[in-house]
Nanobody
Framework: HVQLVESGGGSVQAGGSLRLSCEYD????????LAWFRQAPEKEREGVAS???????????YYGNSGKGRFTISRDNAKNSVYLQMNALQPEDTAMYYC?????????????????????WGQGTQVTVS
């Protein structure tokens, strides 16, 4: 079955950086969207970034509003891992960060980084910025 395990969260001062990691096993899911989401207390889960594992170019990336500019999603195929580099962190970035996956259906892309589209979730890793 699909497994996603996040790590790398922690506490950091405003202006600092963190790199989150998600080790994944997509089992037999096939071509997939892998994404990062975040959820602050009493707020909805919001999309940060995603990419398409089957994109012929090597991994086209997409960003939600919360991820544009300061965050970068990347992948290491050899390690079955996806990363989220977060720079210039601000207190409003404080949230639980989740790794998620969904199968790419024919005709669709990974551009829509919406939680409702994703079927598989990790347990999350907490990021606190003060």
């Amino acid at each position: 079955h699909v497994q996603l395990v996040e790590s790398g969260g922690g506490s950091v001062q405003a202006g600092g950086s963190l790199r989150l990691s998600c080790e994944y096993d997509l089992f037999n899911l096939g071509r997939s969207c892998l994404a990062w989401f975040r959820q602050a207390p009493e707020k909805e889960r919001e999309g940060v970034a995603s990419f398409d594992t089957g994109d012929p170019s090597g991994g086209r990336t997409y960003y939600g509003n919360s991820g544009k500019g300061r965050f970068t999603i990347s992948r290491d195929n050899a390690k079955n891992s996806v990363y989220l580099q977060m720079n210039a962190l601000q207190p409003e970035d404080t949230a639980m960060y989740y790794c998620a996956a969904r199968k790419v259906v024919a005709g669709q892309t990974c551009a829509a980084v919406r939680a409702s589209l994703y079927n598989y979730w990790g347990q999350g890793t907490q990021v606190t910025v003060s």
